[in-house]
């Protein structure tokens, strides 16, 4: 079990410096590295409580430092599509802790998100699919849940991650073959290549 760091502003303090050495062994390029160099002024309350969150037993990281650098990293990568501090940290925990359930990568989910809604809550496709993840409403009545409200960021991640998860492992571990059967263009390759060209370009991180 993971024990948690102490949380408090002279513990934060040290991240430029940290990030700095991390961005020199790992290679970050000059904006994540811009981006991971936090002023105190930019550690709003919503930040410890995300990152308490991020470091959880359950965070899929090896140590609490790869945490700081995934989160503060994703949240430089997030700018453009989600203005505020706040959303940016309530959202970034929630793709992690919903990948990390469903066993899927959780920069892989957020390409995901970028290519179906652009991060925006309250789209709906000419389809009538819905939210983040554009999930298709059907999927309440079919797992009867159907007072669940997929506008809501929580539930349209919890939804989106196991349908995908679900035909990943109806597909045997074939990711363009899955996200196919996620977008509902069976056998064609067009939309997994958006994703992955997204994920490649925009979200890939070094394992």
């Avoid at 899929?60 to 997030?78: I, K, P, T």
Wanted: with cysteine; glycine share 6%; net charge negative.
């Amino acid at each position: 079990m993971c024990l948690k760091p102490q949380l408090s502003i002279s513990w934060l303090r040290g991240w430029a410096a940290r990030l700095t050495l991390a961005a020199s062994v790992w290679g970050l390029n000059g904006p994540t590295l811009a981006a991971a160099t936090i002023s105190e002024a930019d550690l709003p309350h919503a930040l410890l409580t995300t990152l308490e969150a991020v470091m959880s037993d359950t965070h899929g990281f090896e140590d609490h430092y790869d945490a700081e650098v995934w989160l503060l990293d994703m949240r430089h990568r997030l700018t453009p599509y989600v203005t505020h501090d706040n959303q940016r940290f309530e959202l970034l925990s929630l793709v992690q802790r919903e990948s990390r359930r469903a066993g899927l990568n959780p920069e892989l989910v957020l390409a995901l998100i970028q290519i179906e809604s652009r991060f925006a809550a309250d789209a709906v496709s000419s389809a009538g699919a819905q939210g983040l993840m554009q999930v298709m409403p059907f999927w309440k009545k079919e797992i009867g849940r159907p007072a669940d409200d997929l506008f809501d960021p929580a539930t349209n991640l919890e939804y989106g991650c196991t349908i995908l998860a679900f035909y990943l492992k109806q597909e045997r571990g074939d990711m363009t073959k899955a996200l196919a059967r996620y977008n509902g263009s069976r056998h064609q390759t067009w939309y997994p290549e958006r994703v992955l060209e997204a994920w490649t370009h925009h979200w890939w991180v070094s394992q």
